[in-house]
Each structure stands twice: as structure tokens, then as C-alpha cells.
């Protein structure tokens, strides 16, 4: 892509109306725009950096079976009626949710969802008959709406955000455990390929009312609005909420092995249990034809969340750091004083190779603008070509995560 057609710009400094560091970044460097508060467009090069993210989780929910498909953002109120869901968080602080509501012009109203266990179960109920129907793994990225009280975190906690939702369908208990132990062990995968694995714990948490735990994967980092405690050396972590001797003891863990951190949840998979089939009746019939409810799990990744996380913790005071696998290009090729002609060539020769190159070719930057915004904009591999660096046949590789630099001749540039 070349910059000078880009209709995006960087900015010299950061929004001051922003906390945090991903949105002050992310805005600087024109990834994505505040609309409201806890409300973002994403920008070119923030919608290359979210489907980077996206196109990982579907590579893993495929290969652990996930089926995607995509429901819609309206909801029938009368289907959520049947789990008493329909009602807001204020009302029913157990069972509410934090609603968007919209009334339609000849009467009656609807919802914009904030999740979709109601619909899916519902729907799911003109697939599944008998035993021979299940298990199913069902997932999509949608968008979801939440009257979200907190907007602080940047692009890691808003009121319009896509989710990764997958849910499964199973015929007993034990098929679901051994699926959702599969999905724990996906969940590390997509969090390790997004640069973040080394930092982020399967941490037990409070499962609601159907079961005693759920999972989150928490991410350690200063700007997380939860506390966990971690045993580094077991390689497991107790949510803050649901900390107590009890459970430690349970777990076979120890106070004084555990050490207190601020963490980012970026997801979370929860048993259901039977909570949403039995009321919208979900059933299926046993191979002795009794009739029983499916047992249920949800599964959730904020890709966005995922995509401030990263920002938060991989960016230096110059800007953020991308990890190569969701970078929104692999090469910042920039073209210096002098240069122009020798770059405008690799360019081509790169993009001819399938290599996602961003190409600095602007005319009204000076060399030491380009090198701010490339810093700035993160991307893992930067080339300069400029007069000087002609000179001796060469154009100069840097890295964005390391200090150093070096002279490649032009002919033997390989990435
Ligand atoms: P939190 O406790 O942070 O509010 P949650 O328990 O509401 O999260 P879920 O409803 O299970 O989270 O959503 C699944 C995933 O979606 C979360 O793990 C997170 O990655 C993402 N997510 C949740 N809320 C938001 C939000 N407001 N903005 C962006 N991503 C979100
Ligand atoms: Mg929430």
C-alpha cells in the first residue's frame, strides 16, 4: 500500500481526552478513531490488525470442529423472555444484562445483542433431534452491544465490540469437558500466535450459578481492570473474586507461592450446563430414547480487547511494537531523500513476492517525519533507502524490537 494514497494521517500527539495507552496510540498513529465514549472506528490499518486477529481464532476454532455462521444483532425480546434475560442489569443485577433497547416504529421493541446464547439455542432446536445430532460446535464473530458502565480501557472495554462466540452442543457431561479442555488448549494457541502466550494464565474464576468455575485468560499487565493471584511456577492463577483458602486448598495451591497482578481478561469459556436448553427447550433423544436436555458451554475472545492488549503491553515510548503474525503490514518500506527511484522499484519487486509492504512514498515528509511515524505505526520490519545508503549499493534493515541496524545490498535483500 502506498502511503501518499492513504486518506488516513498520524497525528503529532496524543488525544489528551484518552487514559489509555492503547487508544492514545492506536488514535496517534490513525488505527482508529473515538466516536463517543467506549465507542471506535477502526481505520485501515486497525481493520488489518483486527482480521489478522480474527483470521488466527478461525484457523483454531476450525480445528477444534467449530462450525461459523453469523446471527443477527436484533433480538426478539419473547426468546429472551424464556431465560429471564430480557430484563437490564439495574433491574436484576443476578440474571440482567447491560441492554441496548430500541423501540420499532409501528410498536413493540427489540434488543441489540449482548450476547447470543438465547438465539443460538433457539435456533439450534430445528437441528438437533437425537443423540446422533451432537455434539456441535457453533461460532461466529459478531457484533455485540453493551450498556457498559466502565469506558476507560480504550478499545478494550466498549459498548460495540465483535465477539468471537463460540458455543457447544453435548450429549453428556464428560463430551463436554473433553471439548472444552480442547478449547482451553486453542485458547493458549491463539494467545501465543498473537505475541501475548508468555504473559496470559488460565485463571480460575467464578462460574456463575450452573457450575463452581469458569476459565478466563487473563494477560498480566499494569493497565488491567483485574487482580489475580499467580503461581508461575504451576503455571496457574485464581481470580481476586473467587480467592479464598478453600479454593487454594482445592487447587493444591499456596499463599505464599502466589504473587498479586493487575491482568487483562482477553477470554473466557464458561460451562452453561443445561441453564439455556432446558428453558427454551433444547433437547435431543439418547440412544434409549429417553428424552434430555443438550449440556451447553460458551466460549468468548474480544478480538479488539486482544489488539489493545498487545498495544499495552509490546509498545515503547516511540510507539507500538507489532508481533509479526497480526502486523498490518510486514515491511515499512520508506522511501529517504534521494532514494525515491530504487524504492519505488523494491516496492514492487516485494509486492511481486506476496509480501504485505507499506510504502512510504509521501513527498511533503521530511526523512525525519518518515522515521517518527514508522516508529510510531509499529511495523516489525523497516527498510530505508536513501541516498546514502546507495552509496554503497545498500538499503538499511532494522528491526522495530531491536536497536540495531544493518547495510543489505539491494540485490541480496531477502525476508
Ligand atoms: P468483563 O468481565 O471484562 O466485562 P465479560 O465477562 O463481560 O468481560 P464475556 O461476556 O464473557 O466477558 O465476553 C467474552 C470476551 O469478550 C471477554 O473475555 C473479552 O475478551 C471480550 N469483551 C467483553 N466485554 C468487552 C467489551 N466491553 N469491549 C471489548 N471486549 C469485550
Ligand atoms: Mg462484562
Redesign the pocket.
Known sequence: MRQFQLFTKTSRNAPKDEESKNAKLLIQAGFIRKEMAGVYSFLPFGLRVLNKIIGIIREEMNAIGGQELLLTTLQDPEVWKKTGRWVEEEADPQHGLPWFKTKLVNKGELGLAN?HEEPLTNLMREHVASYRDLPRYVYQFQTKF?N?LRAKSGI???RE?I?KDLYSFSRNEEEFRAFYEQCAEAYMKIFTRAGIGERTYRTFASGGSFSKFSDEFQTICQAG?DTIYVDKKKNIAVNKEVYNDEILMELGLKKNEMSEERAI????I?PLGTKFSVPLGLTFKTAEGSEKPVIMGSY???P???MGTVVEMLSDEKGIVWPESIAPFSVHLLALEGGEKEAKALYERLEKQGMEVLYDDRTDKSSGEKLVDADLLGIPTRIVVSARTLEQGSVEVKKRNEEKHELVKLDALTL
Open positions: 450476547t453493551r457498559e478494550m472495554r466498549t465490540f465477539m481492570e481478561e482477553v477470554g473466557n464458561f468468548g475472545i474480544g479488539a480487547r486482544l
